[in-house]
């Protein structure tokens, strides 16, 4: 999904221990990009979304690991409810 989105230098995201660390330029680049696909163009790229979900584990954070708390500000929000491709 990465090198489909153009994400293949870590200039739209970055994973870092499990988490995707994100800017807001990032993500409305993302934004941009689902807003201007078709509906099968997006279809594609929601085929090749994997997520991995974890419970029941445990672990000590160190105090000085970054922890996101809010979504970054001024993001573009795309609208893909009303398609007319």
């Known amino acids: ?4 989105l ?8 970055a994973m870092r221990n499990g988490y995707a660390l994100v ?4 993500l409305n680049s993302i934004a941009e990009r ?3 696909a078709s509906e099968s163009e997006r279809d594609t790229l ?11 584990t445990s672990g000590v ?3 000085s690991m970054f922890m996101p708390t809010a979504p970054p500000t001024g993001l573009k ?9």
């Open 1 to 4: 999904l990465g090198v489909m």
């Open 6 to 13: 153009g994400n293949s230098e870590d200039n739209l995201w």
């Open 23 to 26: 800017t807001a330029e990032g």
């Open 34 to 36: 689902l807003s201007d």
């Open 46 to 56: 929601r085929q090749a979304l994997r997520i991995g979900l974890h419970w029941n």
């Open 61 to 63: 954070v160190p105090q």
């Open 77 to 85: 929000t795309p609208d893909v409810t009303n398609d007319t491709a």
